[in-house]
């Protein structure tokens, strides 16, 4: 099964991390403020990064390596896909 890693731009200009296994469903729990805590009140959201892979534990690792970088990399990430 294919899992994304995304990150979503918040209203207020912060950058959100996250997995899932179905896109389309986690952006309209976050849209509906029922996702992640961090989202909740801080839409709209932008999709503004994905990359997908074929198992939840690489994609874990993408995960937790983005999370790792700075705002500036974060944004030069977004910036070159």
């Not at 731009?9 to 976050?30: F, P, Q, V, W």
């Amino acid at each position: 099964m294919d899992w994304t890693v995304y990150i979503l731009k918040c209203s207020d200009g912060t950058l959100y991390t996250g997995i899932t296994n179905d896109l389309e469903r986690r952006m309209a729990e976050h849209n509906a403020g029922q996702g992640a805590k961090y989202t909740m009140g801080r839409g709209p959201l932008q999709l503004v990064y994905q990359e997908v892979f074929l198992g939840r534990g690489l994609a874990s690792k993408r995960e937790n390596e983005i999370k790792k970088l700075n705002r500036k990399s974060k944004f030069l990430l977004i910036s070159t896909k």
